[in-house]
């Protein structure tokens, strides 16, 4: 779109450049009826609130229009769609990245914060996980931001860039593995399941010696520290083994 091109009304029609539009703040403005009376980020932060309460299932336009006292046609002047809300809402959520460039001790601490960070981000919204599981999503300022802050921790280390991002998404499956089975965590079925594995392998222990050797010294036993620090520690033994 050039300076002189007039910008359009977002619209009903959706799609990975709507979605760019709303992320980018390049969505023009409503241009007949009368003076909006919300926005995008409006919008998306009721949306967040409703997602954050009840899960993303609970995010509908409808809802959303009641949270915000309007009608659920009055919405489209603002957001093509779920889908495109959803987008908005993921990057709205994660919010701007963690400055870690003045942790002291280099890339590791730095890198290390930025994962904790990560994950609480999860922890906070755990719906974005089912909001970016499933498909390619078109990214915001903010997560773009998070990517950057990363890649400029590992910057002086010497990796490739290849071997930078593949740091990158080590660390955010890592991340995402943990924030699910927090989701998923049921004490009741979690004990279940102990009691269950646990007479399966008093009868059987001579088919998994090894499996029931490892249970009865504790190997899925509650540990006490964060489950987020095992692989995240192991990750980063593997990022310095590689360093030149």
Not at 91 to 109: E, M, T
Not at 155 to 169: E, I, K, M, N, V
Not at 210 to 239: C, H, K, N, Y
């Amino acid at each position: 779109m050039s300076a002189k091109e007039p910008r359009k009304s977002v619209g009903k029609q959706g799609g990975a450049k709507a979605s760019f539009a709303l992320l980018w703040g390049e969505q023009g403005q409503p241009s007949r009826g009368p003076k909006p009376s919300l926005t995008a980020g409006r919008i998306a932060e009721a949306a967040i609130t409703i997602a954050d309460k009840e899960g993303l299932d609970a995010v509908s336009l409808a809802r959303v229009a009641k949270e915000c006292d309007v009608t659920a046609m009055a919405l489209y002047r603002y957001v093509p769609g779920k889908a495109e809300l959803v987008d908005l809402m993921v990057d709205l959520a994660i919010g701007p990245p963690v400055s870690v460039a003045d942790i002291p001790g280099g890339w590791r601490p730095q890198l290390t914060e930025w994962a904790r960070q990560c994950s609480a981000v999860y922890r906070r919204h755990p719906w974005i996980l089912t909001a970016t599981g499933m498909r390619r999503q078109i990214m915001g300022p903010h997560q773009l931001g998070w990517l950057d802050t990363a890649l400029a921790v590992l910057a002086g280390t010497g990796l490739s860039a290849p071997q930078r991002h593949d740091t990158f998404l080590l660390l955010v499956g890592h991340i995402r593995n943990i924030a699910q089975q927090t989701v998923e965590h049921d004490e009741a079925a979690n004990e279940e399941w102990a009691h269950l594995t646990a007479d399966v392998l008093e009868r059987h222990a001579d088919r998994f010696p090894a499996l029931t050797s490892a249970a009865a010294e504790g190997a899925f036993t509650p540990q006490s520290a964060d489950p987020l620090d095992f692989g995240l520690e192991r990750i980063m033994d593997g990022v310095a083994a590689l360093l030149p």
